[in-house]
């Protein structure tokens, strides 16, 4: 029971490339969520979805897309990487109140 | 203005002493508050939560809520150096799984 899985842990990428973080749960949880973490901001909704098939933009959405075909899956897309969208990247899956968070991928773009 | 404030800390403590942490919050329609911890590059897990207003206790940990101050609170008490950990708190509507956090205060428990 793996929980919440996101991958990479790390990546670098170049300003304009674009690249899809990976996140899987084997919780059966309708409700899944991405979000950024940076020093002193705390975790920033970035897309959520209550199930598959839908998806909505949270607090930052922009620059980011997402899409949600299977309950597990819910893959998050850079469309074209700023050196703003260097964080900190956080899959999340919760039953009301407790959040299962995965590992996080540490995202730089130089 | 952020609708749930938290100061970022760092709050540096002697080990045994009492941490006190706190949030405020702007959206009089959370009803629920939680507690998480994250300890340094890992995700943040649940450590406690709270519905509506009041106290509740879970061993070392009491977490308070007063919703007519929009304030809520963690204590930890006889502090270890396995508490030194980043603190974020967080709040739900009453419907939806939707959680808005705190920015998290650093706490260091020191030996």
Known sequence: NAGVTQTPKFQVLKTGQSMTLQ?????????MSWYRQDPGMGLRLIHYSV???ITDQG???NGYNVSRSTTEDFPLRLLSAAPSQTSVYFCATNMNTEAFFGQGTRLTVV | QKEVEQDPGPLSVPEGAIVSLNCTYSNSAFQYFMWYRQYSRKGPELLMYTYSSGNKEDGR????VDKSSKYISLFIRDSQPSDSATYLCAMKKAAGNKLTFGGGTRVLVKP
């Open chain 1, 23 to 31: 996140c899987a749960q084997d919780m059966n949880h309708e409700y």
């Open chain 1, 59 to 61: 607090e930052v959405p």
């Open chain 2, 61 to 64: 940990f009491t977490a308070q």
């Open chain 1, 51 to 53: 199930g598959a098939g």
